[in-house]
């Protein structure tokens, strides 16, 4: 019997089979104390980011200039800033632009960085020679530089943002998801496909793409939380996120000069917030992570 001639049923069970995979993995993930940790925590900031200015006991952007810098109290919990605007509420709303940003940029440079590597590993030859030169040149450059330009060239703003650095994690993304591709397309189910007389994308998207969706998925997850160090990074140098956003960077970038003279809370209760929530993304990823390989 050819490789065209394999029994409904064989590939039913390999279906099946692939299925009951999935559902191991993510009992396993249930199952992981650092997953339920970070999701919980993950969980927590996009509440807040979804419904804070309805849960904040002030209003974020509201000054008071005869109220400035004051030290945590009972009727503000973080203190208050140079502007006399509630630091406690400005944390709750502060997760919403990056939780925007950061995962729109990791989706676009994974679902880009998935097709180039589709491409590369399945053609491999001329096609895969070229676009790697490419993909080397862009791996070259230092992500947080490479968006300093970009941004300070094309212009400020949160598409931008998401843009640029979906862009850069493109190339990172495609080596990954090559190596992936490059083992797969050696395997019978490919060898079959193309006997059946299919096309090269359906092979790709169809046939090869859903074998390859754990590299992808852990590919995801340990962007994200680059992205959220990178959004974070360039808010803070003045080019990501603007005011009069409430953002956790912003606030650090216009209230750390103040930090000497003994203001610390208007810098360490944000600080504490990105640490937080870097730290639940990595949780996850490493979660995830150990899932797919075990």
Known sequence: MSIVDIPVEDAAAVQAGRIDVRREIFRQLLRSPAFIVGSAVLLFWIICAIIGPAIAPHDPYAQNLIGINKAPSSAHWF??????????????????????????????????????????????????????????????????????????????????????????FTPLIARTVRAAVLLERELDYVSAARLRGERAPYI?????????????????????????????????????????????????????????????????????????????ITLISESVQGAFEE
Do not use: H
């Open 204 to 280: 790709m998207f169809v046939e090869i793409l859903p074998n390859v969706f754990a590299p992808i998925m852990v590919e995801f997850t340990v962007r994200l939380a680059y992205a959220i160090f990178a959004v974070l990074t360039l808010t803070f140098l003045g080019l990501g996120i603007q005011p009069p956003s409430a953002d956790w960077a912003l606030d650090i970038a216009t209230n750390y000069g103040v930090a000497a003279a003994g203001y610390w809370w208007e810098v360490v209760f944000d600080a504490v917030a990105i640490a937080t929530l870097v730290v639940s």
């Open 79 to 168: 203190g208050t800033d140079q502007l006399g605007r509630d630091m406690f509420s400005r944390v709750i709303v502060g997760s919403r632009d990056v939780l925007i940003v950061a995962p729109l940029a990791t989706l676009l440079g994974t679902v880009l960085g998935t097709a180039l590597g589709l491409v590369m590993g399945y053609f491999r030859g001329v096609v895969d020679d070229v676009l790697g030169r490419f993909v080397e040149a862009f791996l070259a450059l230092p992500i947080v530089v490479t968006g300093v330009i970009a941004l300070a060239t094309l212009g400020r703003s949160n598409r931008t943002l998401i843009i640029v650095i979906g862009l850069l």
